[in-house]
């Protein structure tokens, strides 16, 4: 109950016709620090709620304009008016029927006059404990609520990255060259991820240099190394992330990011790429988001990994077929050049011999 001093001092209303008895109510609880407001109608009582909502109507059953047991009713239909506490007073309307029926149309409490100061009181701070109670235990609920609902948004948050990382593995995994590949995850990532710009690097044959897969403009032609990329190559050597703040995009362009991460594309213990975000949040991804880009960088990676090898196995196949040609070209060489041997050979030898018939 609040005390003698309290920085936070419970309001409560007084409505009663007699201005003395009014008067005389609020002093008593003004002496306890309480905010008072006076009402002398229905009328003002009213207006007193639409500004302001107290923490406890003090309602006198026989007020000049309106029955007090209508007015509690009437305010126990408003929804504004749900946790108000109302108490009812009278001097005069004291049967027990007559209290009965102020419960019945929703008074919290009902005090019979004449009443000593100290015991009002006392009922009125015991039903202000009885409505902090019920306001704490409400504020739980709603905390409560409110957990269970940003949890709920979590795991639906969660679910959706799930699919989405389902739909990236499928894409990826389903596209036939490396570029299809970086394509696909370059879409998806910037539906999952709060990045402004993504962009997919491959490294090139022996390392000489990069080619984008994937970005703001994939046809721009292979970049050779610069410094920038060799420190982010040092960076990613291990598989580690990179991360860091107001930078440049080191392949190229001259906007500054607030953030910028690169996810090594990594398969075999061998850098092949990087997935590259950029964005202009200020704190960067969050673990959650870290982790999706890792694990969408380790599909790519994989696929990248496929790509190469089947261009190497389509590689070897075509060189294993020019050679083929090349065999059976020097076979057929061999073939033509022996039938042109022996046919001249053979030809002279039968000649001579029919010259040697003949002058025979």
Same mark, same amino acid.
């Given at each position: 109950?609040?005390?003698a001093?309290?920085?936070?001092p ?10 003395i008895?009014?008067? #005389? ?8 620090n309480? %905010?008072v407001?006076?009402? *002398? ?5 009213? !207006? ?16 000049g ?25 009278? #001097?005069?309307?004291?049967e027990?029927?007559?209290?009965v ?5 929703? +008074?919290?409490s009902?005090i019979?006059?004449?009443?000593s ?6 009922r009125?701070?015991? $039903? ?25 948004a979590?795991?639906?948050?969660? %679910? &959706?990255r ?12 389903? @596209?036939l ?29 022996? *390392?000489? *240099? ?11 032609? %292979? ?5 920038p990329?060799?420190?982010? &190559?040092d960076?990613?050597?291990d ?12 392949f ?6 607030? @953030? &910028? ?13 990087? =997935? ?13 988001? =870290? ?5 969408v +960088?380790? #599909? &790519?990676?994989?696929? =990248? ?8 196995? %389509? ?7 020019? =050679? ?6 020097? !076979? ?9 041997? $022996? ?6 030898? $039968?000649? *001579? ?8």
């Amino acid at each position: 109950m609040p005390s003698a001093a309290t920085d936070n001092p419970e309001t409560i209303l007084v409505v009663d016709d007699n201005p003395i008895t009014r008067i #005389s109510l609020g002093e008593v609880f003004r002496e306890r620090n309480y %905010n008072v407001i006076e009402a *002398g109608d229905a009328t003002e009582c009213r !207006q007193a709620l639409e500004e302001n909502v107290p923490d406890l109507l003090l309602l006198d059953v026989q007020l000049g304009d309106v029955n007090g047991m209508d007015l509690c009713r009437e305010f126990r239909a408003d929804e504004r008016l749900a946790t108000l506490f109302i108490c009812l007073i009278s #001097s005069s309307v004291i049967e027990s029927d007559r209290q009965v029926e102020g419960f019945n149309v929703g +008074a919290d409490s009902y005090i019979v006059r004449p009443i000593s100061d100290d015991e009002l009181l006392a009922r009125i701070e015991a $039903l202000l404990r009885i409505q902090r109670a019920e306001n704490a235990l409400r504020d739980s609920n709603e905390a409560l609520e409110q957990k269970v609902a940003d949890r709920t948004a979590d795991l639906a948050r969660a %679910n &959706l990255r799930l699919q989405g990382l389902h739909s990236i593995d499928q894409a990826i995994l389903h @596209s036939l060259s490396a570029k299809k590949a970086a394509e696909a995850a370059r879409t998806h990532v910037g539906n999952l991820l709060p990045a402004s710009l993504v962009e997919v690097w491959a490294l090139e044959g022996r *390392g000489d *240099g990069f080619i984008r897969l994937a970005g703001k403009d994939a046809r721009q032609k %292979n970049r050779e190394f610069d410094p920038p990329l060799f420190e982010l &190559l040092d960076r990613i050597a291990d598989g580690e992330i990179f991360q860091s703040t107001n930078s440049k995009n080191p392949f190229g362009g001259e906007t500054i990011w607030a @953030s &910028l991460i690169a996810f090594p594309l990594s398969a075999s213990g061998q850098i092949l790429g990087v =997935l590259l975000l950029a964005s202009t949040r200020d704190e960067g991804l969050q673990d959650d988001e =870290l982790r999706i880009g890792t694990e969408v +960088a380790r #599909s &790519l990676a994989v696929t =990248l990994n496929l790509a190469n090898l089947f261009v190497e196995v %389509n590689d070897e196949r075509e060189r294993t077929r020019t =050679l083929s040609r090349r065999v059976l070209d020097i !076979q057929e060489e061999e073939r033509r050049f022996l039938s042109r041997e $022996l046919h001249d050979e053979i030809g002279q030898h $039968l000649t *001579g011999m029919k010259a040697m018939i003949q002058s025979n």
